[in-house]
T-cell receptor, first 114, second 115 residues
Framework: NAGVTQTPKFRILKIGQSMTLQCTQD?????MYWYRQDPGMGLKLIYY???????DKGEVPNGYNVSRSTTEDFPLRLELAAPSQTSVYFC?????????????FGSGTRLTVV | AQKVTQAQTEISVVEKEDVTLDCVYE???????LFWYKQPPSGELVFLIR??????QNEISGRYSWNFQKSTSSFNFTITASQVVDSAVYFC????????????FGTGTQLKVEL
């Protein structure tokens, strides 16, 4: 199993550009999450989804959009990139009836906005 | 709302020293899970341990041990005989059951183990 796959691994954007961070999982997990990690900080939740067609805001959703058209994919969209969105982005997934198992994380996408 | 506090921002030790990383959590719920993750310099998140709120048994895994005390809302992590490879950022995290089962992270403790 590949687990949770994130692409790209690195990206440099100019202010005002847009991009989509891709996340896909092959474990048939219903729950998926997007986190951002700023330098020297913990992870903060951007958006999450409890199943295909259902998404909800996390702690820091401003400037981002998500969609969940399939169980496998949970892309994160940045419409107008700003320097404040420079961060490492982690996608994660988990089984819905196993809260104790925690999350499976992707390897992260390092985004720099200049 | 739940909260996880890791008051130690950075700890430096010399190899072979023991080191304890503190984690304090806040919640009014009785059912929850606590976790520790390691983030080495390569950046990935490595799961170390989980503990549910009904299991206060301490756990030892090799050089790692965890002390869970509900009375003080703490879930501390001790590395015995630290090694340079233990250098990483360590995160304590928390899940409530229900409500999307969102994982809430502490701000992390940077551990530096030097020769």
């Amino acid at each position: 199993n590949a687990g949770v796959t994130q692409t790209p691994k690195f990206r440099i954007l100019k202010i005002g550009q847009s991009m989509t961070l891709q996340c896909t999982q092959d474990m048939n997990h219903n729950y998926m999450y997007w986190y951002r990690q700023d330098p020297g900080m913990g992870l903060k939740l951007i958006y999450y989804s409890v199943g295909a067609g259902i998404t909800d805001k996390g702690e820091v959703p401003n400037g981002y959009n998500v969609s969940r058209s399939t169980t496998e994919d949970f892309p994160l969209r940045l419409e107008l990139a700003a320097p404040s969105q420079t961060s490492v982005y982690f996608c994660a997934s988990r089984r819905d009836r196993e809260p104790g198992r925690g999350y499976t994380f992707g390897s992260g996408t390092r985004l720099t906005v200049v | 709302a739940q909260k996880v506090t890791q008051a130690q921002t950075e700890i430096s030790v010399v190899e072979k020293e023991d080191v304890t990383l503190d984690c304090v959590y806040e919640t009014r719920d009785t059912t929850y899970y606590l976790f520790w993750y390691k983030q080495p310099p390569s950046g990935e998140l490595v799961f170390l341990i989980r503990r549910n709120s009904f299991d206060e048994q301490n756990e030892i895994s090799g050089r790692y041990s965890w002390n869970f005390q509900k009375s003080t809302s703490s879930f501390n992590f001790t590395i015995t005989a630290s090694q340079v490879v233990d250098s990483a950022v360590y995160f304590c995290a928390f899940i409530l059951t229900g409500g999307g089962n969102k994982l809430t992270f502490g701000t992390g403790t940077q551990l530096k183990v030097e020769l």
